[in-house]
Nanobody, 116 residues
Framework: QVQLVESGGGLAQPEGSLRLSCTTS????????MRWYRQAPGKQRELVAS????????NYADSVKGRFTISRDNAKNTVYLQMNGLKSEDTAVYFC?????????WGKGTLVTVSS
């Protein structure tokens, strides 16, 4: 059974930090590109960051470049999103996503709220 479980969301103050984790099971994690998406209230889901299966290639949305860092631990089947310098516009539900040759898995998301 495939599972992707996000954690680490919550309330953060502007300019604060949070670290999201996505722990997976049921598939060959090391063969999948992992991605973080987010969906703010009333908006479409958007790609935030991605990391290749080997971890050597990462990409970021312009809105988070320099503030967010995606990483993975293939031994723990886990992908992370370190979020620094949080802004109110980062408020959203954050989802992790696993992709390999047309196979796509989604987690259920974790809510991040940035507010003073």
């Amino acid at each position: 059974q495939v599972q992707l479980v996000e954690s680490g969301g919550g309330l953060a103050q502007p300019e604060g930090s949070l670290r999201l984790s996505c722990t997976t099971s049921g598939f060959t994690f090391s063969s999948f590109t992992m991605r973080w998406y987010r969906q703010a209230p009333g908006k479409q889901r958007e790609l935030v960051a991605s990391i290749a299966s080997g971890g050597g290639n990462t990409n970021y949305a312009d809105s988070v470049k320099g503030r967010f860092t995606i990483s993975r631990d293939n031994a723990k089947n886990t992908v992370y999103l370190q979020m620094n310098g949080l802004k109110s516009e980062d408020t959203a539900v954050y989802f992790c996503n696993a992709l390999s040759y047309g196979i796509l898995y989604w987690g259920k998301g974790t809510l991040v709220t940035v507010s003073s």
